[in-house]
């Protein structure tokens, strides 16, 4: 099972910026699809983007788009998520995620079955 560690969060205000980190314990592989979801309460999570074949295909979610930018460090075994332009809605605790296989079209509603345990981003107006 791998685990993963998030860092980064923090509360900001709107316009402001904050990077994300995901430690994995073991090599992200090519052919895994990890990702970033967010939730806030009573509400279910939502994915963010997501990154796969070896770090050359990212998706977006298109509430951050042009806005965050999904990157890994295969040497650190790391993903990041680079959140500019942050905004109100984007307050949530953001998890990262490792799936077993590759990242598909609709890559936020297949299973991953490796979550951390969150970082929260608060971002005020």
Same mark, same amino acid.
């Given at each position: 099972?791998?685990?993963?560690?998030?860092?980064?969060?923090?509360?900001?205000?709107?316009?402001?910026?904050?990077?994300?980190?995901?430690?994995?314990?073991?090599?992200?592989?090519?052919?895994?699809?990890?990702?970033?979801?967010?939730?806030?309460?009573?509400?279910?999570?939502?994915?963010? =983007?997501?990154?796969? %074949?070896?770090?050359?295909? *990212?998706? $977006?979610?298109?509430?951050?788009?042009?806005?965050?930018?999904?990157? #890994?460090?295969?040497?650190?075994?790391?993903?990041?998520?680079?959140?500019?332009?942050?905004?109100?809605?984007?307050?949530?605790?953001?998890?990262? =995620?490792?799936?077993? %296989?590759?990242?598909?079209? *609709?890559? $936020?509603?297949?299973?991953?079955?490796?979550?951390?345990?969150?970082? #929260?981003?608060?971002?005020?107006?």
């Amino acid at each position: 099972q791998v685990q993963l560690e998030e860092s980064g969060g923090g509360s900001v205000q709107a316009g402001g910026s904050l990077r994300l980190s995901c430690v994995a314990s073991t090599t992200i592989w090519w052919d895994r699809c990890m990702a970033w979801f967010r939730q806030t309460p009573g509400n279910e999570r939502e994915g963010v =983007a997501a990154i796969g %074949s070896g770090g050359t295909m *990212t998706y $977006y979610a298109d509430p951050v788009k042009d806005r965050f930018t999904i990157s #890994q460090d295969n040497a650190a075994n790391t993903i990041f998520l680079q959140m500019n332009s942050l905004k109100p809605e984007d307050t949530a605790l953001y998890y990262c =995620a490792r799936s077993n %296989s590759e990242c598909g079209r *609709t890559w $936020y509603s297949q299973t991953f079955n490796s979550w951390g345990q969150g970082t #929260q981003v608060t971002v005020s107006s």
